[in-house]
C-alpha cells in the first residue's frame, strides 16, 4: 500500500509508532513496514515531511543524535501528540463503521 492509501491517517500511523519509543525517521518507516505485515512501503518523501508537520504542531519532539559517525533527528511523541493520537483513533474508528455500514462486511 503507498502513501495514497492511507491518505489522512499517516500523521495518526506515524504518531502510534513513537508511542512505542523514540525513533528516526528510517526507523519510524521500518516499523510501519513491519507492523503492517509488509503492507506500508511508504518513500522517506512522504515520512520526513510529516515528521516536520508534527514537529511544528507540537505533537513530536525532535533532537540531534550521532550514531555511527551520522547525525540524525530522533523524535519523541509528546503530550499534545498523545492527545492528537486518541482523536485520530477515535476518528478512525468512527470512518471504519461508516465504511463498514456502507460497503457491507
Not at 25 to 32: E, R, S
Not at 68 to 95: C, M, P, Q
Request: hydrophobic share 45%; no cysteine; net charge positive.
Amino acid at each position: 500500500m503507498d502513501a495514497d492509501g492511507i491518505h489522512g491517517q499517516l500523521d495518526t500511523l506515524i504518531l502510534a509508532t513513537l508511542q512505542r519509543g523514540e525513533a528516526h525517521g528510517y526507523a519510524i518507516i521500518a516499523a510501519l513496514k513491519e507492523s503492517s505485515g509488509e503492507q506500508l512501503d511508504l518513500p522517506s518523501g512522504t515520512v520526513y515531511p510529516a515528521l516536520r508537520r508534527l514537529e511544528r504542531a507540537g505533537f513530536v519532539a525532535g533532537k540531534w543524535t550521532q550514531a555511527s559517525g551520522r547525525r540524525r533527528r530522533v523524535y519523541a511523541i509528546t503530550e499534545a501528540g498523545s492527545a492528537a493520537l486518541a482523536k485520530g483513533r477515535a476518528d478512525w474508528l468512527a470512518l471504519r463503521e461508516v465504511m463498514t455500514a456502507v460497503l457491507g462486511t
